[in-house]
């Protein structure tokens, strides 16, 4: 869960991190306010949970309150990199003389935290890093190992620094580690650390990304109003009705609704719908023994959707019952707000119980299932993937 620029600039500057002048603004006039609370130049940067949005357009510098005024008109009303901007930090402009990087993460790999710093930073990083790997420098720890104020010596030092800019650096490793295990992070990152040409350092950029997951114990940031929250993008309406009812939920941009059953089954199920030549329009897991109730919700959002064309179901019944999902079905249909096609197949626990429960429903309910095609053990799943794709390519032929 990434935090946006001004809340992880927040908690660095709590931790003793030098951070610009700044003010968040959310309308031209706080823009004014604050570019003229400032004073000389300033730089506007749009608060979108996306990388490379300087790139895109999203940084903009002026030098007055009344410049800023005229570019946050159009920023404000801009999309970077599809993402409305609803919010521009209002910073003050730096005299960078040079740019650094230092971030700390978890090396999967090898099962410990690494601090990991380069003595050339910004937007090129990546670049550096997979070109002159040997560049990076990466100090690692056990999970549980004390990171002390000799070891952001050891790693300034490494990096290439000395005098009194390398005790500046070893404060700022030390005091990023600490933000990393302070709260639950996955990624806390600055770049670009700014040395301007008095020789300070400073955090021009943020980045901390927290595992979702620890939020619960996280009161500090529940403080700042940090909520549970994409690592990039803001949650969509559908997203959002989807957490409500406790139900994983991704949108994403094809025209498949997948409409599985666990986490793995639907991550499989997307791959095979891409392999077949379709485009998944969301991800979502059902969780384990899910009520009739929930797979009509579930349902539901695809059918809410519009995007979605078709939806390609696939139960593989272990802990969650076959027959239970074919209830959830039902129960959805009987709304009457069934207007897309499915195919779905069931296997696994209670699979012909399943199919009993919709061969009577039909028999009672035929016009019910005019748009479905379901499926049993004897039909491979890749026929019924198959089959979600042609259902999607027909229905998209019937509206050009």
Sequence with gaps: MRLYEYEAKELLAEHGIPIPKGFLARSVEEVTSCAERIGNRVVLKAQILSGGRGKAGGILFASSPQEAAEKAKSLL???????????VYVEQALDIAKELYIGVTIDRVNYKVVLIGCEEGGVEIEEIARRSPERIVKFSRE???PFFSHDG??????????????QTVAKISKAAVNIFYSYDAKLVEVNPLAQLQDGSLVAADARISIDEDALFRQGQLQKLGVENR?????????????????????????DIGMFPGGAGFGIAGNDLIIDLGGQ??????????PSPER???????LEENPRVKAIFGARFGGVSRCDDFAKGVILFLKTGKLTKPIAMRMTGNMWEEGLRIFEEERKQNPHLFDKIEIFGIETPIAYVAKRAVELARAEERKTD
Excluded: W
């Design 77 to 87: 009303a801009a999309k970077i990199k599809g993402y409305q901007v609803k919010s």
């Design 143 to 145: 999970i549980d190992e």
């Design 153 to 166: 010596v050891a790693f300034a030092k490494q990096i290439g620094f000395s005098g009194k800019a390398l």
């Design 230 to 254: 994409h690592e990039e993008g803001e949650m969509t309406g559908r997203e959002k009705q989807a957490r409500e009812a406790s139900i994983p939920y991704l949108d994403l941009d094809g």
């Design 280 to 289: 998944p329009a969301n991800f979502m897991d059902s969780g384990g023994g």
């Design 295 to 301: 797979i009509a919700k579930m349902l539901m959002l």
